[in-house]
């Protein structure tokens, strides 16, 4: 019997090409592909309403069918109450024990944070970072080290994140804005406060000190790093690459105008760091984040790591994300986007042989002992 996977979208007909690539490769792996969104699950029921891909003839089919056993979640929330409907009954199926999803999961920037720095595997990797609860919290950071990060601490795509910088009695704010940089000076301090207390009451922020990651055309730029367990469950790096943004700019986001170059062509581009201290420490870093990861969380399936390499030579991690995209691959390394879209099904049938080994152990432990 063939296994069954279900890829969890909350646009099933807007078909992904990521999604149409694995199912080419479905048959290989004897593997039935399910694409639903989680607000196509039928109360009441073990039943889900979607498209099935036959692999006979290529085409999607749209049908009720069960549950699969077997979920890989692709849903990227916002903060409509469409999304949030969404991530309840995701919620609800993570928590049920017939169903395994290939990964679970990170939380909130805030909480990886929180966790992540009493691991001293991790902590020498994490910049210091303060919960922004009040203009006090901002304005003390700010104080401290005169040019800091507001980040969101929910969310990725969409949110907007700010630079503040304080010379003398000015504060000067950037953010990006439908990729345009948008900057404005505050003379008074009562006004930048009233614009601040506005802004903290749309979202939850977090405060980072701003880290030394520009070039020397002053663009920022960072080292995505794309990991994911292979067809064995054993973490691998699938490719590294550089993502650089404008000039005077704040994100590196590919959304946001950034330009990508492997990471080969950038240690060529600066000879005057030392690599090999750069690679040795990276090297680390993916060998433990990982595990760390799953030790304080949840099982996981692919990350995008995404770190700061400082004018310093210091490694940081800037943000770690379960759901990682692909464009950045697709682009540098073409020929391994094959081994990416056999990777869901890979590892589907990995964590289906291994559930069936455990079952039959189970079974037969009692007489060998």
């Known amino acids: 019997m063939p296994d069954k996977l279900g890829i969890l979208t909350l646009d099933p007909a807007g078909q992904q090409d990521y999604f149409e690539q694995i199912a080419q490769y479905s048959q290989k792996y004897d593997v039935e592909l399910y694409l639903f969104s989680p607000l196509e699950v039928i109360p009441g029921t073990q039943m889900a309403k979607g498209l099935k891909f036959n692999a006979p003839d290529g085409e999607w089919k749209e049908g009720a069918f069960p549950i699969p056993d077997c979920l890989y979640d692709r849903c990227f929330y916002g903060e409509d109450q469409f999304s949030k409907d969404a991530k309840k009954i995701v919620s609800w199926l993570k928590e049920r024990m017939d169903i395994t999803f290939l ?20 902590s020498p990797y994490l910049p210091e970072t303060v919960k922004a609860t009040g203009s006090d919290d901002v304005l003390r950071e700010l104080n401290k080290y005169l040019s800091v990060i507001l980040k969101p ?11 503040l910088e304080k010379r003398n009695d000015a504060i000067t704010v950037k953010t990006t804005k439908n990729g345009n940089l948008v900057s404005k000076d ?40 794309f990991l994911q367990k292979d067809r064995n469950g054993h973490w691998r790096e699938v490719a590294r690459g550089i993502r650089t943004g404008v000039e005077n700019g704040i994100l590196t986001n590919m959304s946001a105008g950034a330009v990508v170059s492997t990471f080969e062509t950038w240690q060529r581009q600066t000879p005057y760091f030392n690599h090999a201290y750069i690679e040795q ?11 760390a990861l799953e030790e304080a969380f949840h099982p996981l399936f692919e990350l995008g790591v995404d770190i700061i390499i400082a004018h310093d030579q210091s490694i940081w991690i800037l943000d770690i994300n379960s759901k990682p995209g692909r464009k950045m691959i697709g682009l540098l390394y073409p020929e391994k986007l094959g081994q990416m879209y056999e990777a869901p099904l890979a590892y589907c049938r990995f964590l289906q042989e291994t559930a069936i080994g455990k079952e039959g152990s189970s079974q037969t432990a009692p007489a060998g002992k």
């Open 281 to 291: 420490g990276i090297a680390d870093l993916m060998k433990q984040l990982p595990l």
């Open 103 to 122: 990964g679970y999961g990170l939380p909130n920037k805030g909480i990886l944070y929180d966790r992540l720095k009493f691991d001293s595997r991790i």
């Open 186 to 225: 505050f003379i008074s301090l009562d006004t930048f406060e009233s614009w601040l207390l506005t802004l903290l009451s749309k979202h939850n922020f977090l405060i980072q000190a701003k880290l030394g990651n520009t070039d020397r055309k002053n663009r920022p730029f960072d080292l995505r790093v």
């Open 153 to 163: 601490a929910n969310g990725a795509h969409g949110y907007a994140v700010y630079s």
